[in-house]
């Protein structure tokens, strides 16, 4: 059975950092991904990488500052924030799907998804 476990969230001060971790179980070789959902918002594309880590992509919110990996051997996807804002407070997700992740794949259309991991962050 397909499973995505997340790890990672906390309290962190404006400026500050955090990494994120997404354990995969049940499925190898799909492309991954972070979304994030702020109270009274959608879910959001925040970053991705392709099923071998050839290609990233990254929300232009979040270019710069956050960078995703991924360790193909442990199955496992990190996604590594610094200069966090205030306005990056959400609940971080972690996703799997069979094709390539982008700024322009809809939330409803991934795969798998983890059950979220909270990042707050305070000013």
């Known amino acids: 059975q397909a499973q995505l476990r997340e790890s990672g969230g906390g309290l962190v001060q404006a400026g500050g950092s955090l990494r994120l971790s997404c354990a995969a179980s049940?499925?190898?070789?799909?492309?991954r991904g972070w979304f994030r959902q702020a109270p009274g918002k959608e879910r959001e594309f925040v970053a991705a990488?392709?099923?071998?880590?050839?290609?990233?992509y990254y929300s232009n919110s979040v270019k710069g500052r956050f960078t995703i990996s991924r360790n193909v051997v442990e199955n496992t996807v990190y996604l590594q924030m610094g200069s966090l804002k205030p306005e990056d407070t959400a609940v971080y997700y972690c996703?799997?799907?069979?094709?390539?992740?982008?700024?322009?794949?809809?939330?409803?259309?991934?795969?798998?998804w983890g059950q979220g991991t909270q990042v707050t962050v305070s000013s």
């Open positions: 990488i392709s099923e071998h880590g050839a290609r990233t």
């Open positions: 996703a799997a799907h069979p094709d390539d992740i982008d700024t322009n794949t809809p939330y409803y259309s991934i795969y798998y």
């Open positions: 049940g499925f190898t070789s799909y492309a």
